[in-house]
């Protein structure tokens, strides 16, 4: 499970990650290859239409009212990537 990892609606990030860094072998050790793999949406920065700080009204865009505290929605989620398809 790899924290942290940008979303990409359609799952593009997630794709390109196995053969431009996991399937590489690095400092000696041989590449890994995952045929299964996910990376779910999150609500990291999305505006939550709430005043949760109670300093300046409902916010609809992220930034002080949003989900995580992060100015940019949909970021940091994570990617499962297995080498089964059993869960």
């Given at each position: 499970?790899?924290?942290?990892?940008?979303?990409?609606?359609?799952?593009?990030?997630?794709?390109?990650?196995?053969?431009?860094?996991?399937?590489?072998?690095?400092?000696?050790?041989?590449?890994?290859?995952?045929?299964?793999?996910?990376?779910?949406?999150?609500?990291?920065?999305?505006?939550?239409?709430?005043?949760?700080?109670g300093r300046n009204g409902v916010?609809?865009?992220?930034?002080?009212?949003?989900?995580?505290q992060d100015a940019y929605g949909?970021?940091?989620?994570?990617?499962?990537?297995?080498?089964?398809?059993?869960?």
């Amino acid at each position: 499970m790899l924290n942290e990892f940008d979303y990409v609606p359609g799952g593009a990030a997630v794709r390109l990650l196995q053969p431009n860094y996991l399937r590489t072998g690095h400092h000696g050790a041989p590449g890994m290859h995952f045929p299964y793999v996910h990376a779910g949406p999150v609500n990291t920065g999305v505006p939550s239409g709430v005043d949760l700080d109670g300093r300046n009204g409902v916010v609809t865009e992220p930034r002080s009212d949003a989900y995580a505290q992060d100015a940019y929605g949909y970021r940091d989620s994570f990617a499962v990537h297995r080498a089964s398809a059993r869960w």
